[in-house]
């Protein structure tokens, strides 16, 4: 069965540090999400694209996180530099719609721990 | 903007009843309804939808209904087993597709 992917599961480093995450969607899915989502909370949308262009992103600290899907497929999603605030599990979600129906699936997510 | 409200955020059962998640919704236009179950440490697993155009859907052990109405939708578990203890979120989607909205999720457990 067709999966989205993520790496890496887990991620320590320390504040003011760079970090980067990778999503690969499930193949043919041209929507692709990031949310993060902190202990205890539902996941919280940071970026969408729409194959390589970005959709939504309203909700990203721009300042500090980037996101980028070059080529439309893969995506990563970057913290430079990160804050003890930013330790949260970020998952990655694809969805093709072509039922008609906005049925995301979600990777097993990257949990980050800033020290 | 949509919000999600999600009720209880924790749930025990004992091991061969049922289970009731409560979630109403703000926004009239949404019109799809999934509900995801984590567990711990993994990503959400879509477990079961309802879209606006049906009031009812049933998978084996596991409903949901939808109230457009009153804005309100529930996931029915039946004989519950212990494999089905996780957190369970509820969420909400606009029409145009996008970001979904979570509720705040409840804790299921299932004692043996």
């Known amino acids: 069965e067709a999966e989205v992917a993520q790496s890496p599961r887990y991620k320590i480093t320390e504040k003011s540090q760079a970090v980067a995450f990778w999503c690969d969607p499930i193949?043919?899915?041209?929507?692709l999400y990031w949310y993060r989502q902190i202990l205890g909370q539902g996941p919280e949308l940071l970026v969408q694209f729409q194959d390589e262009s970005v959709v939504d992103d309203s909700q990203l600290p721009k300042d500090r996180f980037s996101a980028e899907r070059l080529k439309g497929v893969d995506s990563t999603l970057k913290i430079q530099p990160a804050e003890l605030g930013d330790s949260a599990m970020y998952l990655c979600a694809s969805s093709s719609r072509t039922s008609g129906w906005n049925e995301q699936f979600f990777g097993p997510g990257t949990r980050l721990t800033v020290l | 903007g949509e919000n999600v409200e999600q009720h209880p955020s924790t749930l025990s059962v004992q091991e061969g009843d049922s289970a009731v998640i409560k979630c109403t919704y703000s926004d009239s236009a949404s019109n799809y309804f999934p509900w995801y179950k984590q567990e711990l440490g993994k990503g959400p697993q879509l477990i079961i939808d309802?879209?606006?155009?049906?009031g009812e859907k049933k998978d084996q052990r596991i409903a949901v209904t939808l109230n457009k109405t009153a804005k309100h939708f529930s996931l029915h578990i039946t004989e519950t087993q212990p494999e089905d203890s996780a957190v369970y979120f509820c969420?909400?989607?606009?029409?145009?597709?996008?970001?979904?909205?979570f509720g705040q999720g409840t804790e299921l457990s299932v004692k043996p």
């Open positions: 969420a909400a989607s606009p029409p145009q597709g996008g970001k979904l909205i």
């Open positions: 309802i879209r606006s155009n049906v």
């Open positions: 193949s043919g899915h041209a929507t």
